[in-house]
């Protein structure tokens, strides 16, 4: 299928957008949150989400090719692994640069009388942003370090039980581990089919694993090697039912595709806000339910003593404060490009290779193609080479960066474009798969 037919179906069933969001435009036609060098005014500029909104006026496509020159990217490959960090774009490292300056130009004045009201003010926008209560999320560094937060603060006992996947994370699985050493916990480890047949399926394999020793399920909103979206309302409700507690790692998914927390209906909810939100390295959130905030030990000792307190599990010690900053630029820019539009946009780009390439002979994709399976990753593979063969000749002979994933049963290469990505760049990606494939 070329590219106009494939959009013109596209649009059809809904992968493009008919409405065209807003644009915000500086004097030179670019998103820019220009910041002011003088404190006060800058310190204003942070708290107000981009003003001046103006229509687009352009098509969709030309829209996106305004997203691509935002951003500066490397001429000697093309990036389709956006899934371990998310270039940021221009108009986010600018405000990461003003705000370290901002807060190297104020030292320890900064740290002592400003600090802790931005980090209230930029969870208070994040909690907006997520729609959960602000009492329910802290600003962490990462998804590890938000799920470590629980696996090691839970108030395990002796034999209790818990269940996850063998495509989790991989440092989440270690966690767990040393826990079980420590606290003599019982694991069981299921697979998440590639290709299920249904909702009820999943849903059914963590359920056939709870026990009366049960204490947690820890399930990915998406699995990080594949892309695949799994239906975790559906195992929160059902774990609920067992009193079994669901603690999500949602490490792909803020700034990837529209969802609230509270609609998940989970106990706790980790991710990283580096990847698809583009906020600068060193980002990330917790949400725990009110009713499980009290059970949990903090790793790192804080002042604040209140068991029911979310913030007693928030102590960082001194932490690059410019970088917590730039949650709001990354905020600020999504929402400019819109949630749903970015989400349709990275629907597309992966339905249109992987729609060019799933009846291939030698090829084995290994996300589902559904909208409600998947958004803008996909995992494919080669039966005639390893991922790390296939990773290995994409880059050196076709000039294409991917990451070869070869464990948890999947094997193949996780694709990930991003919203500066081009139709023109997967039908280069395409057409080396189906050369290697035939190698």
Not at 307 to 333: E, F, K, S, V
């Amino acid at each position: 299928m070329d590219k106009r037919s494939f959009l013109k179906k596209a649009s059809l069933f809904g992968l493009l957008p008919f409405s065209v969001p807003n644009f915000i435009a500086s004097s030179n036609g670019h998103y820019i949150g220009q910041r002011t060098t003088n404190p006060q005014a800058q310190k204003i500029a942070r708290e107000t989400l981009m003003p001046d909104f103006k229509p687009w006026q352009g098509s969709e496509e030309s829209f996106w090719e305004e997203v691509r020159s935002q951003y500066k990217l490397v001429p000697d490959f093309i990036n389709l692994e956006s899934g371990y960090y998310n270039i940021i774009p221009e108009p986010t490292l600018d405000g990461l640069k003003q705000n370290m300056s901002h807060v190297n130009l104020r030292g320890a004045h900064y740290m002592r009388t400003e600090l802790d009201q931005d980090r209230h003010k930029i969870a208070k926008s994040l909690a907006d942003f997520m729609g959960c209560p602000q009492e329910n999320l802290i600003i962490t560094r990462n998804t590890t370090e938000s799920l470590d937060l629980v696996i090691a603060g839970y108030p395990w006992q002796k034999g209790d039980h818990v269940i996850y996947a063998i495509q989790d994370y991989g440092a989440m699985k270690v966690m767990f581990e040393q826990v079980s050493e420590r606290h003599g916990l019982i694991q069981d480890i299921i697979s998440v089919p590639n290709h299920p047949s249904s909702d009820e399926e999943i849903v059914a394999l963590y359920e056939s694993k709870i026990t009366a020793q049960t204490k947690m399920i820890m399930v990915c909103h998406m699995i990080n090697i594949t892309g695949q979206i799994l239906p975790v309302r559906k195992i929160c409700d059902m774990a609920h039912s067992y009193g079994v507690e669901v603690l999500v790692d949602g490490a792909h998914c803020i700034g990837h595709f529209e969802f609230k927390i509270q609609d998940l209906n989970c106990d706790y909810y980790g991710s990283s806000l580096h990847k698809w939100l583009a906020a600068p390295l060193g980002n990330g959130l917790l949400y725990i339910d009110s009713k499980r905030i009290a059970q949990l030990w903090p790793l790192l000792a804080d002042y604040e003593k209140d068991p029911n307190n979310i913030l007693r599990l928030n102590h960082l010690g001194t932490h690059p404060a410019y970088i917590t900053l730039g949650i709001y630029d990354a905020i600020n820019y999504l929402n400019w490009i819109g949630i749903k539009r970015k989400e349709k946009r990275l629907g597309t780009l992966r339905s249109y290779w992987m729609e060019a390439l799933k009846n291939t002979p030698g090829i084995l994709i290994n996300t589902p193609n559904a909208a409600d399976r998947a958004c803008g990753i996909g995992n494919i593979g080669l039966l005639n080479m390893t991922p790390a063969q296939m990773a290995d000749r994409l880059l050196n002979e076709h000039g294409i960066f991917t990451v070869a994933i070869d464990y948890a049963n999947v094997k193949g290469c996780r694709i990930t474009p991003n919203v500066f990505t081009t139709f023109e760049e997967l039908d280069h990606f395409i057409a080396a798969v189906k050369t290697l494939a035939q190698a």
